[in-house]
């Protein structure tokens, strides 16, 4: 049945004034039936006491407790909504807010015509409230398929990583961590790992997240499906060790942590989703400039970033070949996308939109040049947050929305800004913090609530590539061929969404001495004792239980068109032994000459 309007809350406005019929339209939305909108062009007769000039000058509100005009009747019309409230209690509370207020007010019905145009370019050609249901819903579904790509990911190569025949196996960790930690390890590494450090809960866990994960895509009981995914994750995250100790590994499970609240409570989900974004992209350019590299400062980070990148793709070959120009010309539009859009994500409607298509097109960018997983995929869904329905559907009837005491809501919200704030300090300040600052970090992350950001600080200039090798009688050696790291000089891939975690660790190690990457020795020796897991990780290269094993550095450039023509990507050049040649003797590994 529909509800009689109350005659006797009333605004009259300007029925001529073009600025007031597009504010009008928004207020109409946002008090619905609860107030009688009017021109005074035609209510000015029933209020004989206010003289024309005064409806011309301000809108005017008629309630049972008096009539009230200016920036105090716009923002009580506001106060009708209650997450719009906050704007009336600064007019109330907060000193000269008032005064300000009116001041602007004043300003803009003195300058009208000029109002509209700018409302028009940071709002819209209409404006309306905003809502999320259909952008949540996509989100929803969006971050569930990409937890089913990071857990189908990582199934199919966790036995080799640390399974108990594998590189570095999760049962010999979590046993370090109960001599070092004791009970705090149950916090400081939460997982499910401490009921069974096996390969049986791994398939336990990557089970339930695929389901969590089917759930969320299907956007059936999303707070469940969320929660479950995360718990999931978060326990196979500290398993994966060191080939889980990615960025984008943390971003998805504060994505998943975002994700639950989102489907909990619409706006305050957006909300943080747009946080994260801000912190995200705005570190990951503060953090260009910060590190300090000449690379950043004179625009030349492209001129290697495509060759020297972990796992480029075809396009990476083509785009290190473009003239310098272009290049740094990227390399500035890099910076500006990174460090100026992230603020547009405060403003209207429309800036906030721009700051969204700029992301978007430059996490394609780099999708087409660099196999970055599941990376770059996620960093696009959470700019969606940046959207509205608005995109999909145009007026709709605004269904009422509860979600509980909206104060403990905004204790929530302020509690991730907090946090948030807090994470960007540490990151930006790389320097000690203050004791109580870093003591409020180190409590939540091991929960990966909150997390500091900030990609490619330091580029790499040059490639080198390990070369792993196997052989009988240490005269003759052949190859182990990695599925998806350059090797050949023909070797090129599309990898993404997943993630050859064993390949991405290779490149880091390449980075450094063998005797700083404390798990190649396992590595090693289990090449040597044959396992089955290790070498499935490899393609198949014949017999797999060498004798001996090295490993070969080598510089990797890439190739010029006349050897593109021939097929080639790459070319390379022997830089020596990274890893001395190595058999497994009677009392355990030994070290023989090349």
């Not at 029933?46 to 920036?71: C, H, K, M, N």
């Not at 390969?199 to 299907?218: F, Q």
């Not at 499906?225 to 994966?240: C, H, I, Q, R, T």
């Not at 953090?287 to 950043?296: F, H, I, N, Q």
Request: glycine share 8%.
């Amino acid at each position: 049945m529909a509800t009689a309007l109350p005659v006797n809350r009333v605004l009259v406005y300007d029925g001529d004034c073009a600025f007031c019929r597009y504010c009008v339209e928004y207020a109409e939305a946002v008090a619905g039936e609860r107030i009688r909108f009017r021109p005074f062009q035609e209510a000015a007769v029933d209020y004989p006491e206010v003289a024309v000039e005064d409806f011309r000058a301000s809108i005017q509100l008629f309630t049972p407790q008096g009539q009230f005009s200016g920036a105090d009747a716009a923002f009580r019309v506001l106060a009708l909504q209650p997450r719009l409230a906050g704007w009336l209690w600064c007019y109330r509370h907060l000193p000269l807010f008032a005064t300000l207020a009116e001041f602007v007010y004043r300003w803009t019905t003195r300058h009208r015509s000029w109002a509209l145009g700018a409302a028009k370019l940071a709002f819209g050609a209409r404006l309306r409230p905003l809502d999320y249901a259909v952008i949540a819903g996509i989100m929803t579904r969006a971050i569930g398929a990409i937890f089913l790509i990071a857990f189908v990911s990582w199934s199919v190569q966790a036995n080799g990583l640390v399974g108990e025949d594998g590189i570095l196996p999760v049962a010999d960790f979590f046993a370090a961590a109960a001599r070092q930690l004791g009970m705090a390890g149950y916090y400081l590494v939460p997982s499910a790992y401490w009921i069974s450090p096996s390969d049986t809960t791994t398939r336990i866990l990557v089970g339930i997240g695929v389901v969590a994960s089917l759930a969320l895509m299907a956007n059936r009981f999303a707070v469940i499906g969320a929660l479950a995914a995360y718990l999931a994750y978060l326990s196979l995250y500290y398993g994966g060790q060191i080939f889980m100790s990615y960025q984008w590994d943390r971003l998805l499970l504060e994505c998943g942590v975002l994700l639950i609240l989102l489907n909990l409570n619409t706006r305050i989900g957006i909300g943080l989703f747009r946080l994260l974004v801000f912190r995200f992209m705005f570190l990951s350019g503060a953090v260009k400039l910060l590190s300090g590299d000449p690379a950043w400062a004179n625009l030349s980070a492209l001129d290697f970033h495509f060759e020297t990148q972990p796992l480029p793709t075809p396009l990476a070959w083509y785009a290190s070949h473009l003239p310098d120009a272009i290049l740094h010309l990227g390399v500035a539009a890099t910076l500006a996308i990174e460090l100026i859009l992230p603020f547009c994500i405060f403003m209207p409607r429309n800036p906030r939109l721009l700051a969204a298509g700029g992301f978007i097109l430059l996490e394609l960018l780099i999708l087409a040049t660099g196999n970055y997983n599941f990376f770059n995929l996620l960093t696009i869904v959470m700019c969606i947050s940046l959207l509205d329905d608005r995109l999909f559907r145009r007026d709709h009837k605004k269904k009422e929305e509860r979600h509980g005491n909206r104060y403990v809501w905004r204790a929530i919200f302020c509690t991730f800004l907090l946090l948030g704030t807090l994470q960007t300090h540490a990151t930006l300040a790389r320097r000690d913090l203050p004791g109580w600052e870093r003591a409020l970090i180190s409590r939540v992350q091991p929960w990966a609530l909150v997390n500091g950001y900030g990609v490619f600080a330091v580029m790499t200039k040059e490639r080198d590539e390990l070369i792993v090798q196997g052989s009988d009688d240490g005269e003759h050696w052949r190859d182990y061929v990695f599925r998806y790291k350059p090797q050949a000089p023909d070797a090129l891939h599309w990898v993404a969404p997943h993630q050859p975690r064993l390949d991405w660790q290779m490149w880091f190690a390449a980075l450094q001495p063998a005797k700083r990457v404390y798990w190649i020795d396992n590595f090693v020796v289990q090449l040597l004792l044959g396992s089955d897991s290790v070498a499935s990780l490899m393609r198949p290269t014949g017999r797999q239980t060498p004798h001996f094993v090295r490993i070969l550095r080598y510089r990797y450039q890439f190739g010029s068109y006349a050897e593109r023509a021939n097929g080639h990507w790459w070319r390379r050049e022997y830089q020596g032994i990274w890893y001395p040649a190595t058999s497994l003797g009677p009392w355990g590994r030994t070290s023989v000459s090349p």
